[in-house]
């Protein structure tokens, strides 16, 4: 990620819960990644703990965006600290998401590069629509809702993905998944069981 020093940062509903224990993330193939999750009904103590836990494992392993099914937990829930194409960073925390996408005209294609920490050091062009609006609920159960251009859209679409039971590999032709499968094979072992804990 850019040095957040040189970055206008935007956390409309606070800032990231801190203090949270690294944990290691979980890979594709792993049952949990590949099903809707629960939805979030309680907010209380224990979730805002496996948030923070979920920041500090996503910084940890210099993500953008973390599910919580990538830590191994079954719950629709994601963080994020994520620039858009402004390099404003928005940071947030959205339960039970929702996406919204341009339609028509308005609907614009990015085909940038796309990687999910659950399949490391891999990435491969993933066409997206470049803008997406997100709407769930904040760590309080607070309605909260991001929009956002560039990196900002595609993260906002892949970490709802996820609570789906959706990876970006999904997505994907086989040709294209065969290339993301050969790039995370150079790379395994800089990613070794346990990582980024």
Not at 22 to 29: F, K, N, S
């Amino acid at each position: 990620m850019p040095d957040p020093s040189a970055e206008t940062e935007h956390a409309p509903y606070g800032r990231l819960p801190s203090g949270g224990t690294i944990r290691p993330m979980t890979r594709w193939g792993t049952p949990v990644m590949h099903h809707p999750q629960q939805r979030v009904e309680t907010y209380d103590e224990s979730l805002r703990e496996l948030v923070a836990d979920m920041v500090a494992t996503m910084y940890a392993a210099d993500g953008v965006g973390l599910a919580a099914c990538q830590i191994g937990v079954d719950l629709a829930v994601f963080v994020f600290d994520c620039p858009d194409d402004s390099d404003v960073r928005t940071l947030g925390v959205v339960c039970n998401p929702e996406v919204s996408l341009p339609e028509g005209k308005d609907r614009q294609l990015d085909e940038d590069d796309e990687g999910c920490l659950s399949f490391p050091g891999a990435f491969v062009e993933c066409a997206r629509p470049d803008f997406a609006t997100v709407t769930g609920f904040g760590l309080d159960g607070e309605p909260v809702t991001f929009s956002g251009n560039g990196l900002l859209a595609r993260c906002l679409q892949h970490e709802t993905d996820h609570t789906k039971g959706t990876v970006f590999g999904d997505r994907l032709s086989t040709k294209l998944r065969k290339k993301l499968q050969k790039a995370h094979d150079r790379v395994t072992e800089e990613y070794p069981e346990g990582w980024p804990a």
